[in-house]
């Protein structure tokens, strides 16, 4: 049976880096981040809206040139990948910044 995935969606959050680890797959890194502002973008579905005041794991690509410290404030443009089965936020496009 096909998997219907996740409708477009994205977010511009803001936040503080809580850590960073390794992602599972051995490819790219997982950011937690502290969600304290999700803003809407382009009139898509806003899913990180829920998570605010949560933290969050976003996946993060390896060649992302932007150096981070736990602690730093940060805004990333992020969308949820995936599935009925489950998914992850991703960073869009690099669109991420230390604030």
């Known amino acids: 049976m096909p998997r219907a995935p996740v409708t477009p969606n994205a977010s511009r959050v803001r936040g503080q880096l809580v850590r960073i680890v390794p992602d599972p797959s051995g490819r790219g890194s997982l950011w937690e981040i502290a969600i304290d502002r999700a803003q809407d973008v382009e009139g898509l579905p806003n899913f990180a809206q829920a ?49």
Not at 52 to 81: C, M, S, W
């Open 51 to 99: 998570y605010v005041g949560k933290t969050i794991q976003v996946y993060v690509h390896p060649e992302l040139k932007l150096v981070l410290n736990i602690g730093d404030t940060l805004q990333a443009r992020i969308a949820f990948r995936g599935d009925e089965r489950g998914g992850q936020f991703v960073l869009i496009e690099d669109d991420a910044s230390k604030l």
